[in-house]
């Protein structure tokens, strides 16, 4: 790790004054990414900025028919929220699979959601569930927010909020681990919001995307066997040594299967 | 009568001693210990696989805050090379290649992690910021990183001194017998394997601190060893040229070493150079990546084999052609293992009447190849279990059957083999059968109607095997090309109130000797566990020793220690005689009583103690006071210990996911001290085996880059890919030490790969699978599955 500033305002106007000040600070939320990043000597920001003592980022509530998130609720808030597993029960469930007890104790859905990683969680949900990203300045659409791989809408400085997800009819998750590092190898989350089908899949490409025709097929029939037939082009998708792109294309169709089998 | 009770002696399976002080956190690592005035150093590493070094500048990296120094291979041309510690001969009677290796490179890297510079300062990040500071030209040169590569004409050369990388060509048996016994074969099975190249990863990574004092020019040495001794020889007599009594080593509380741990490292010989230097206290610990990149790797054999059967499926002649890679340099006993340690188990637990074993050992430019966990002995099995289950498929036998039939019969001990090793005990028949029983054998074809009625594959897989541990005797390893001596010295020493302390030369790093050997004293001595304490890890404190690998610290160390106080007992045996005025040849000794053979005149064992350390009564013209004795015990031949084992798996044909349901294991270690202990070490071992079958995939690039360098791409085994194993154990009893004991520590890591791939082929058998190779990812079998229709379905 190399030497840096460490702050810790406590308000979101701080905040955005100490980010927009210096264009090297970084914000720091559970720190589950950005601390691996510092100590493999990765990243050498100028300053640190503390987000955890925000009152403005935390908390999740029930307002009509969304649920808002703060950036600041970690892992093992959302899994374990009333409010979560009555209104999105797959969210809470995706919540309680992330990394382990540790990481889920720490690390924070704005934290994930801003970092955008291809293999991670919660970015299919945003995308699957049609949620909007509040930020310090604005509020984006989950379709124009992940732009690739560790890539956001979110500009320098830009701190992200809280995330509203409309409540949907029906939610399902399901995920493929990669067998050394447990993020995504393959993942789908698919929904019924207001009568439109989403399937957002994670893990198997550069970054979270829509399975278009995946949702063409379960708005005709919303059933397992619907998506069995469908197909996911390899082509655009990672290979590596934990599997091919031919690979994680299969799997993206059993995990869609499977995603809509939990989601009932 | 002094009866010990409750029962801690052999056989008991008392709780762990060392684990009080484990579980709650008051281990004494090497990383805990602080010398005054430490400084810490950085090591620079070679970012390429391969490359000459124009220029190393270490001008600003001098210049930097907190730094003490900074060195190059340039500063140390007294230096020795790091050593090898086993000289192999060609075919044709020549050494082997030995090049040179640095303790900090010179001229040239060869592999990611070769170390370059080494930064001391008065903290780690300063040592860090200073080695970044380090401007080295490299002139980046094609690398090999495979077998294939290194062998192909025209490769670049690892060292300049090794023509086409191969350090030896090596072979064992008779090559005539060996071809009559294919002319006569009815069948011969060609087989091909690799057996995968893993990183060791033990819990504790690397460390070492080098300590001097200027005023009497004594070195010390705190490091992560599993041979203390080890390591003061090879560092003291062959790199820094120190003398034993000027050079202390110390391997505190250690965790895990799994073979890793044993060899001589260039950091080891760089911190105690630098602590002479800068006249401080030198610390080094090694990051999670440093360990990936320099750690000995184990394994990487590929591996050609020819079996020839008669055509009642009996055995005639094997031939087995292996390359094993030994890395960019020799690491201590990378030599011996796919060769003495390997080569020599190819007969396996079969009566085949010729083997011969060719074995070439190729440089690459990777981390260095060493003994990992096994060691040899589970890539001989592997090769073995794998190329019986392929023989019986080929020739329609039944898989336990066509083992049956080729077996070392119970009665057929000592037993010859075509490659040198004369097993002394076994019986292969009744651990198979135990193990048939135990795992459930006879039923299986119900799981599996029932697994599939589920839509999953299940499968089943044996693997019967043998090892050699305990590795022995000196004379005879001496004249194979070893450099040192193994026999094991172990020291008792009673106290005047009775306690005892046991000094021994092997060394825990989680094997629980603080408890086992104490065991031992207390079955023997009648002296209640409480009372004995085993020290281990000091060459200060320890006469000499070979330590702890190769699961021979109970059959060498104990055996030791039983020669040291079969001394104590009949000297303590005079004492008694004098006191109770008896002639010594009526005086018994059991379990802490002293008796005059059919009297009720007793003495105890505290009084005998007491009188050897406060002699007014005493037969001083006679025999020196004290009770204290010390003996070197050098075995007359390795320990055998065999079994099997047998893994039931599930595939989900969807995903490729293979979950390992049932581990039927029944090892036959010998003698058991502590089953507990013995139960917790094939547990280990297994999980191990376990994870080199499906999980643990370490792979290079083309340009030699570890891609499988940190633990987001190297997957070790975890608790939820493991199954319960089920443990029990058989007993033949070695027949030269003085305890009957084999070893325990490696049979799971042995045994268990070829179980478990067995288990997956027979999956997989409706898919036509002949072999998979290890790891057998999800991906892999995927793979199979979906490029092949099931044969079944085609029909
Ligand atoms: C061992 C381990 C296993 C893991 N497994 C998984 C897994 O299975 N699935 C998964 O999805 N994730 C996994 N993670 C990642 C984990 O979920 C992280 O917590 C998460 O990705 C980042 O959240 P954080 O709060 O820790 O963010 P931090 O590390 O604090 O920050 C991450 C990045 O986001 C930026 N940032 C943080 N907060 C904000 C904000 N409010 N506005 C704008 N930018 C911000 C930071 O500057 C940084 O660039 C794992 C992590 C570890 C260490």
């Given amino acids: ?264 | 009568m002094n009866v010990v009770t409750p029962f801690e002696g052999i056989g008991a399976s008392v709780k762990r001693k060392e684990d009080l002080r484990f579980l709650s956190g008051r281990g004494q690592y090497t990383d805990d210990i602080n010398r005054p005035g430490q400084t810490y150093a950085a090591i620079l590493r070679s970012p390429h696989a391969h490359a000459r070094i124009a220029s190393i500048d270490t001008v600003a990296a001098a210049a930097m805050p907190g730094v003490v120094a900074v060195f190059t291979g340039a500063d140390m041309p007294d230096l020795g090379g790091i050593p090898c510690g086993w000289q192999i001969h060609n075919k044709d009677g020549s050494p082997m290649a030995e090049p040179m290796h640095p303790v900090l490179a010179v001229g040239k890297v060869r592999f990611v992690g070769d170390a370059v510079a080494a930064v001391i300062a008065e903290t780690r990040a300063q040592a860090k910021d200073a080695a970044e500071a380090i401007a080295v030209e490299y002139e980046v040169l094609p690398a090999v990183a495979t077998l294939e590569a290194a062998l192909a004409p025209g490769a670049a050369q690892v060292h300049d001194d090794v023509a086409g990388n191969v350090c030896y060509d090596w072979h064992i048996g008779d090559k005539a017998i060996n071809e009559a016994g294919f002319a006569k074969a009815a069948k011969v099975v060609e087989f091909e394997l690799v057996n995968n190249r893993l990183v060791p990863n033990a819990m504790e990574p690397r460390a070492a601190i080098g300590d001097y004092d200027p005023t009497t020019e004594d070195y010390t040495l705190y490091t992560t060893s599993q041979n203390p001794h080890v390591i003061r020889l090879l560092m003291g007599a062959f790199v820094l040229h120190l003398p034993e009594h000027k050079l202390r080593v110390v391997a505190p509380d250690v965790g895990g070493g799994f073979g890793s741990k044993i060899f001589h490292y260039a950091e080891e010989a760089i911190v105690t150079w630098a602590a002479g230097r800068v006249k401080r206290p030198v610390k080094w610990t090694a990051e999670r990546t440093e360990s990936f990149i320099t750690d000995a790797h184990g394994r990487d054999h590929v591996t050609k084999a020819r079996l020839a059967l008669d055509a009642n499926g009996k055995f005639l002649a094997l031939h087995v052609q292996t390359l094993a890679n030994m890395g960019a340099y020799l690491s201590t006993f990378a030599t011996s293992v796919p060769t003495y340690l390997y080569a020599t188990l190819l007969a396996g637990v079969y009566a085949t009447p010729s083997v011969y074993a060719e074995v070439k050992a190729v440089f690459t430019n990777t981390v260095p190849v060493d003994a990992y966990r096994g060691a040899g002995r589970p890539e001989a099995t592997f090769l073995l279990e794998r190329l019986v289950d392929v023989a019986a498929a080929e020739t329609g036998m039944d898989r336990v059957e066509i083992r049956r039939r080729n077996f070392i019969p119970a009665d057929a001990f000592p037993y010859q083999t075509p490659v040198a090793l004369q097993y002394d005990s076994g019986d292969y028949q009744a651990t198979l059968n135990q193990a048939l029983e135990a795992a459930g054998w006879a039923g299986f074809e119900a799981r599996r109607a029932e697994a599939k009625a589920r839509g999953r594959l299940r499968g089943i897989g044996i693997s019967t095997y043998v090892e050699a541990c305990g590795i022995a005797p000196s004379a005879v390893v001496g004249s194979l090309g070893a450099r040192a001596g193994l026999y094991e010295v172990g020291t008792i020493r009673v106290h005047p109130t009775g306690s005892v302390t046991v000094l021994t030369g092997t060394h825990s790093h989680g094997q629980g000797h603080e408890t086992t050997f104490a065991q031992l004293v207390t079955d023997r001595l009648g002296v209640p566990l409480a009372q004995v304490d085993v020290v281990h890890g000091d060459t200060a404190k320890i006469p000499f020793g070979m330590g702890t690998y190769g699961s021979r610290s109970l059959a060498v160390g104990g055996s030791a220690m039983v020669k040291a106080m079969d001394k104590i007992v009949a000297k303590a045996k005079r004492i008694a005689a004098h006191l109770m005025e008896a002639s010594v040849e009526d005086v018994e000794f059991d379990r802490g009583t002293f008796r005059v053979a059919g009297t009720d005149k007793t003495k105890s064992w505290a009084e005998i103690a007491l009188t050897a350390y406060v002699p007014h009564n005493y037969p001083i013209e006679e025999l020196e006071p004290g009770l204290d004795e010390t003996a070197f015990y050098d075995p007359k031949n390795f320990t055998y210990p065999g079994g099997c084992h047998i893994c039931e798996v599930e595939i989900e044909p969807e995903t490729g996911i293979t979950t390992v349901v049932n581990f039927t294991a029944v090892d036959d270690v010998g003698r058991v001290i502590n089953p507990m202990i013995v139960e917790g070490q094939v547990q280990g071992g297994v999980c191990q085996g376990i994870g080199q079958a499906l999980l643990e995939s370490c792979v290079y690039d083309s340009e030699g880059q570890l891609v499988s360098a940190s633990f987001m791409d190297y997957q070790m085994p975890r608790a939820n890919d493991l199954p319960m194993v089920s443990v029990a154990t058989h007993t033949t009893l070695c027949t030269h030490n003085p305890l009957g004991v084999k070893g325990c520590g490696e049979v799971g890591a042995i045994g268990s790969p070829p179980a478990v791939i067995n288990a997956v082929v027979d999956a997989l058998k409706e898919y036509g699978v002949r072999h998979i190779e290890m790891p057998a990812t999800a991906a892999k079998i995927w793979g199979i599955i979906n490029a092949s229709r099931p044969a079944m379905a085609a029909e």
């Fill in chain 1, 1 to 264: 790790m190399y030497d840096f500033e460490y702050h810790k305002p406590g308000s979101l106007a701080d905040a955005v004054k100490l980010l927009s000040a210096d264009p090297d600070a970084r914000p720091i939320s559970g720190g589950q990414t950005l601390l691996p990043a510092l100590k493999h000597r990765l990243n050498k920001p100028t300053s640190v900025v503390d987000l955890s003592g925000i009152a403005e980022l935390k908390g999740i509530k029930r307002e009509g028919d969304k649920l808002v998130i703060g950036a600041l609720a970690k892992h093992f808030e959302v899994a374990t929220s009333p409010e979560v597993k009555a209104a999105i029960p797959a969210l809470a469930q995706m919540a309680s699979t992330i990394g382990d007890t540790q990481v889920r104790n720490r690390g924070t859905i704005g934290g994930s959601v801003a970092n955008n990683d291809p293999a991670a969680d919660y970015p299919s949900a945003v995308l699957g569930l049609n949620a909007t990203v509040v930020t310090d300045k604005r509020r984006i659409a989950a379709d124009d927010f992940f732009q690739g791989m560790f890539t956001t809408a979110l500009e320098p400085g830009e701190l992200l909020v809280a995330i509203e997800f409309p409540i949907p009819e029906k939610a399902g998750y399901a995920k493929m681990r990669n067998p050394a590092s447990r993020y995504v190898m393959a993942g789908a989350f698919v929904a019924k919001t207001g009568g439109a089908v989403r399937v957002a899949i994670n893990g198997a490409g550069p970054g979270v995307f829509r399975q278009a025709d995946m949702e063409k097929a379960l708005t005709a029939n919303w059933s397992p066997d619907a998506v069995a037939g469908v197909k996911q082009p390899a082509d655009g998708l990672n290979g590596d040594i934990h599997g091919s792109a031919e690979y994680r294309a299969h799997l993206v169709t059993v995990m869609a299967k499977r995603a809509i089998d939990a989601a009932g």
